[in-house]
Structures are given as structure tokens and as C-alpha cells.
């Protein structure tokens, strides 16, 4: 029923920049907050940044913090990862989630085992 696509993942050079999309469908958009998620090779999925709602509160990981924007458009039901000044290090599948239920702070998606809703993922690939 809940499905998150995300797309718009490639091959970029060290210092470029890239936008992921995340379009979803069977759940009302508009009230649940969003995240974005990524897994380098041997690693564990790990937290990027969430915005609220509303779009008025984002949060990001401290790896990424400046360099990479959240943003969302509730009349298109779509999530945005606005990624800039990429690094080697910023390899990994990136996913688009969510959480079933409200939640009063964006802290909770520090913690990927709290998200209920998954999409497949897009490979983001940076050269040095």
C-alpha cells in the first residue's frame, strides 16, 4: 500500500552536486515527517536528515550538516535531498523513509530501526 520511490542517484565527481527524489504514494504525505537514510559498502544504514511536516523543521547528520538540503513539496507528495560539494566518503545507496506514527521531535530518525515505511533506494557513486 505505502510505497517510496526514490531516484535521480549517479556517478559524480568529487565536488559536484546531485538532488534525490523521493516520491510517495498510499499514505497522507502532507502529515508525516520524512527522512533520508544512507548505507556505504560494509556499513550499517545510517541517519541523513529529516524535515517535519510542515517542512519548517529539518534535521541533519553532523557528516553532512551545510553541504546537504532537505526539502519537501506536499502537492506533489515528494521529498528532496539536495546534495552539494560531494565527498568519496558520501558513497553509499541512499533510501527515503518514514515512520507510521506522528512524532514530536525529528531526533527519532537518528535511529533507522524507527522507520516503518522503506523505499528501495537510488546508489549515489562519488570519484575522487
Known amino acids: 500500500q505505502v510505497q517510496l520511490v526514490e531516484s535521480g542517484g549517479g556517478l559524480v565527481q568529487a565536488g559536484g552536486s546531485l538532488r534525490l527524489s523521493c516520491a510517495a504514494s498510499?499514505?497522507?504525505?502532507?502529515?508525516?515527517?520524512m527522512g533520508w537514510f544512507r548505507q556505504a559498502p560494509g556499513k550499517e544504514r545510517a541517519f541523513v536528515a529529516a524535515?517535519?511536516?510542515?517542512?519548517?523543521?529539518?534535521k541533519y547528520a553532523d557528516s553532512v550538516q551545510g553541504r546537504f538540503t532537505i526539502s519537501r513539496e506536499n502537492a506533489k507528495n515528494t521529498v528532496y535531498l539536495h546534495m552539494m560539494s560531494l565527498k568519496p566518503e558520501d558513497t553509499a545507496v541512499y533510501y527515503c523513509?518514514?515512520?507510521?506514527?506522528?512524532?514530536?521531535?525529528?531526533?527519532?530518525?537518528?535511529?533507522?530501526?524507527?522507520?516503518?515505511?522503506w523505499g528501495k533506494g537510488t546508489l549515489v557513486t562519488v570519484s575522487s
Open positions: 523513509a518514514a515512520p507510521r506514527r506522528g512524532i514530536y521531535e525529528l531526533g527519532y530518525f537518528f535511529d533507522p530501526s524507527g522507520m516503518d515505511y
Open positions: 498510499g499514505l497522507t504525505f502532507s502529515r508525516h515527517a
Open positions: 524535515i517535519s511536516w510542515s517542512g519548517g523543521g529539518t
